[in-house]
């Protein structure tokens, strides 16, 4: 019984842990020139949050991350006006990272 409860576990956490990791390597490529690796925006996102900010990181759902991937804001440009588009996936695994930076 301990063991069938473990599998079950670890295959519900798995995605999200590899949808995590997948993120990272999303965000470092397409997002941490402007938002920095470490979330603190750089002088060419100038006015954007820092995503590492605890208040940003409480008041931001990811999905309202999501949106702000997929439409853009500010001077950022969003998913469906860029050539190299991402999956509605990719966008969820972004945003989901997102949520982890401190």
């Excluded at 950022?76 to 972004?94: L, P, Q, R, T």
């Amino acid at each position: 019984m301990l063991l069938a409860v473990v599998a079950v576990f670890v295959l519900v956490s798995a995605p999200a842990e590899l949808a995590a990791a997948d993120g990272k390597a999303l965000y470092d490529a397409r997002c941490a020139m402007c938002h920095g690796k470490d979330g603190v925006a750089k002088p060419t996102a100038k006015g954007s949050a820092n995503l590492n900010d605890p208040k940003w990181q409480e008041a931001t759902k990811v999905e309202a991350i999501e949106t702000m991937i997929t439409d853009g804001k500010g001077k950022m440009k969003g998913n469906k006006d860029n050539k190299d588009k991402m999956s509605g996936d990719e966008i969820k695994a972004v945003a989901t990272y997102v949520k982890t930076i401190k």
